[in-house]
């Protein structure tokens, strides 16, 4: 209890009570505070107060401040700096009781909310600009945290105003996580920043183009917003043309993801390499029966072979085991139609994009067409629509499947079904 009290006197926080003109002071000394709050066990030394308004009798030696605490009907607690109770300083809301300043005790006259951090820091439980979360009918306290009320309340990592899945904040508000072609870090997709040169134009940015960054330190720029694309934040200056640029490890022409080669021209594990990634063109040997031909490898034969049982590899038993001679992606028996041990799917034939991969995996990564973010495909979260592509998710390719409408990269612009074309979801009208 002396703990608490002490603290109290450290930050300034004392005891008011509706009605008050002025915070009341520690007239009684720290000493006297210690005394019961009730009016029973007296604390030693200080000059005693008068009960407070409500409270019960005041502990002998005990202050009328916090006698007034204890009791029927106790008083409030001033939470914020005492400096700023009625100090003609602007109406400080979420501090427990009313500041005299307030021309009334609604929201609407708060001038200081938690954007103050002076205010914060001395304990308003406001958030955001006034009048942020305060109570609309008492701006001496808060309303309780809510998701989707476009203000990051405490236990939120975000809070865009809205429910919804797949827009990088989700419906508990928290972040969702960076999807396939994200090359920077992944705590700073979404984040309060705009990072730009990472593969995928990030959900903080206002819009694609380089003036929206604020940040060029961890992708393909290098430091530099000046070598970002100016259109395309997502991808530096050069980048796409073919050329391995320095700083480039890669440029096949294009920004699609899943290739192979990122849209920032970072080299990265196709969407059909089913073994991790780290595995992947990692100058560690030549991995194989993982879907993709390892970038390690010789030549595309077995013989190449360095290790053939990784953790998402088609093979079995030492090198070349059962990996296909001439085709060291993939494991013999894959293709004929038949399920043989090992395989989870086998359409007949060893082709990408198809649902089942090239090493008889089912593919969960989307094919070229596929204009949504990658981790929203055949992930089982609900039919996405306007994709380029039917979402395995879809129970059929009709418009009535839709459960998503309009995620980044779709083609609709509303509610399900929006302008999704009736007969095939994933187009428009």
Not at 20 to 26: F, L, N, Q, S, V
Not at 189 to 210: E, F, K, R, T
Not at 265 to 283: I, M, Q, V
Request: hydrophobic share 25%; glycine share 16%.
């Amino acid at each position: 209890m002396k703990r608490y009290l002490a603290t109290l006197l450290f930050t300034g926080a004392l005891i008011a009570c509706p009605g008050d003109t002025e915070a009341p002071t520690a007239a009684g000394g720290a000493a006297g505070i210690a005394g019961s709050t009730s009016g029973g066990e007296a604390g030693a030394g200080g000059s005693g107060g008068a009960a407070g308004r409500g409270g019960g009798e005041a502990g002998a030696g005990g202050t009328g401040a916090m006698g007034g605490q204890g009791g029927e009907g106790g008083g409030m607690l001033w939470s914020c700096a005492l400096a700023n109770y009625g100090a003609m300083d602007g109406c400080h809301c979420g501090c427990g009781i009313v500041d005299p300043d307030c021309a009334d005790a609604t929201a609407a006259s708060c001038d200081v909310c938690g954007l103050d951090e002076y205010s914060r820091f001395y304990g308003s439980c406001a958030e955001g600009e006034c009048p942020g979360n305060v109570d609309p009918t008492n701006n001496a306290i808060c309303l309780p945290p809510v998701c989707g009320n476009d203000l990051v309340d405490t236990d939120e990592d975000c809070d865009d105003g809205n429910l919804m899945p797949k827009d990088g904040c989700d419906p508990s508000c928290h972040f969702e996580p960076p999807p396939p072609g994200w090359d920077c870090h992944d705590l700073t997709w979404n984040d309060a920043y705009c990072w730009c040169g990472c593969g995928l134009v990030d959900p903080g940015c206002a819009s694609p183009a380089v003036t929206s960054c604020t940040g060029c330190q961890l992708g393909c720029a290098e430091g530099t917003c000046s070598s970002i694309e100016p259109a395309d934040n997502k991808t530096c200056i050069g980048c796409g043309d073919g050329i391995v640029d320095p700083g480039e490890d890669c440029d096949d022409a294009n920004d699609a993801p899943g290739d192979g080669c990122l849209a920032n021209c970072k080299r990265s594990a196709p969407y059909h390499w089913t073994c991790s990634p780290h595995y992947y063109d990692a100058s560690d040997g030549c991995d194989c029966g993982c879907g993709a031909i390892d970038p390690d490898c010789a030549d595309a034969t077995a013989a190449s072979c360095a290790y053939c049982t990784d953790a998402g590899s088609c093979g079995a038993g030492l090198c070349p085991g059962n990996i296909a001679a001439a085709d060291n992606a993939t494991c013999t028996g894959c293709g004929n139609g038949v399920l043989d041990a090992g395989e989870q799917c086998d359409d007949s034939n060893t082709l990408p994009y198809d649902g089942c991969s090239p090493n008889c995996f089912v593919e969960l990564y989307p094919p070229p067409e596929w204009s949504c973010l990658p981790s929203y495909y055949n992930a089982a979260d609900g039919c996405d629509c306007g994709c380029g592509a039917v979402d395995p998710d879809c129970t059929d390719a009709t418009a009535s499947s839709c459960a998503f409408c309009q995620v980044p990269g779709s083609c609709g612009t509303g509610a399900c079904p929006a302008e999704i074309d009736p007969v095939n979801n994933a187009l428009c009208l």
